[in-house]
């Protein structure tokens, strides 16, 4: 939304390049931090370590149909390409727009709509806010279902009450899902700085192999069963916490 607008407040492209003082920021390359151990993770990442992502699985059964769910992935994954551009060129925009000037980077991006998007049209603040929540929605309520989830159906079920009935697990899963969601607004609040935070998340990136060597590993001590019997296993052991808050978690943005 901001894009537009800010890139006819830099002059354009043109604009853009000669209000930027430093050249390297129009590199499509890295300066010396990508190593090839970096690129063969983040290949093999890109292949198979979304697939183990529990909340991705989530947000595509969220769909109506399985062909549903398969063009929703496969678009929204391309359409995340382009906008991935659309946010480097607002960042630079940026870095114009208040060259010379001191302020928090964290405050930037809310900087740029208070000053552009009134100019245009009236509203088009509350729709941006409205947006930005949104988005930030259909991906955190995915979070929180998994992960109140996973600690419900292989913590707290087989470990601590294995014995009660489901509308008890119920209730641990709504309540889990509020203490994640507490957990998750200490950590945002405890990190200095959305840097910090873009920092841990590429940190996190790289602890994915686990998640993609669990997959493949686990098969090799899993005892042998006949697909019938996994399959009517997991029927019996899927919590109703977990797929009454999928189904009402309907996503916006892949």
């Not at 300066?31 to 370590?49: F, R």
């Not at 980077?105 to 998007?117: E, I, K, N, S, T």
């Not at 998640?211 to 686990?218: D, T």
């Not at 019997?229 to 996503?251: G, H, I, N, R, V």
Request: overall charge neutral; aromatic content about 8%; some cysteine.
């Amino acid at each position: 939304m901001i894009l537009p607008f800010a890139l006819d407040a830099v002059g354009g492209l043109e604009g853009l390049r000669a209000s930027v003082d430093d050249p390297t920021l129009f590199s499509i390359v890295a300066p010396g931090e990508i190593t090839l151990l970096y690129v063969v993770v983040i290949a093999v990442n890109a292949l198979v370590g979304w697939v183990t992502s529990p909340y991705s699985m989530q947000m595509t059964g969220a769909a109506r149909t399985e062909n549903d769910a398969r063009v929703g992935l496969v678009a929204g994954m391309f359409l995340k390409r382009i906008v991935t551009v659309a946010w480097v060129l607002t960042g630079m925009c940026a870095v114009g727009l208040y060259a010379g000037t001191t302020i928090d980077p964290d405050q930037v991006y809310g900087l740029m709509a208070r000053d552009l998007l009134p100019t245009i049209a009236p509203g088009l603040i509350g729709l941006f806010i409205a947006s930005m929540l949104a988005a930030v929605m259909s991906s955190c309520d995915c979070l929180m279902v998994a992960s109140a989830a996973l600690f419900t159906e292989n913590i707290y079920r087989p470990y601590i009450r294995p014995d009660r009935d489901e509308r008890h697990y119920v209730l641990i899963g709504r309540l889990t899902s509020i203490a994640v969601v507490l957990a998750g607004l200490f950590v945002a609040f405890a990190l200095p700085s959305v840097e910090a935070q873009t920092a841990a998340a590429v940190a996190r990136r790289h602890t994915k192999l686990i998640q993609i060597a669990g997959p493949i590993i686990a098969p090799t001590f899993q005892k042998a069963s006949s697909p019938s019997t996994t399959f009517d296993s997991a029927k019996a052991t899927k919590s109703p916490a977990s797929t009454t808050a999928t189904e009402a978690s309907l996503p916006i943005s892949m």
